[in-house]
Nanobody, 118 residues
Framework: QVQLVESGGGLVQSGGSLRLACVVS????????IQWHRQAAGKEREWVAS????????????SYADSVQGRFTISRDNAKNTVYLQMSNLKPEDTAVYYC???????WGQGTQVTVSS
């Protein structure tokens, strides 16, 4: 059974930082692309960042939405089968429920709330 479980959300002031974690079980995270998405109240879910499968010589390339480029960093700990999203210089418009997703099988986590106060 495949599960993705997010954690690390919370309330933070504008300019602050949070690190989200997505613990993957039932599949090997390095063998697939893992994305972070977010959904603000009343808005469509949007893609935030991706980390691609390892090819043996690299840890996997990454890509980011323009709105978070330079502020967020996605990474993966293969030993822990966990993908992280380090978020810095947070803004009120980053407030949303954050979800991780595996490309393989299209599995989603339950989400974690991030609230940034101004």
């Amino acid at each position: 059974q495949v599960q993705l479980v997010e954690s690390g959300g919370g309330l933070v002031q504008s300019g602050g930082s949070l690190r989200l974690a997505c613990v993957v079980s039932g599949l090997t995270a390095s063998n697939t692309a893992i994305q972070w998405h977010r959904q603000a109240a009343g808005k469509e879910r949007e893609w935030v960042a991706s980390i691609y499968k390892s090819d043996g010589s690299t840890h996997g390339s990454t890509s980011y939405a323009d709105s978070v480029q330079g502020r967020f960093t996605i990474s993966r700990d293969n030993a822990k089968n966990t993908v992280y999203l380090q978020m810095s210089n947070l803004k009120p418009e980053d407030t949303a429920v954050y979800y991780c997703r595996s490309s393989l099988g299209n599995y989603w986590g339950q989400g974690t709330q991030v609230t940034v106060s101004s």
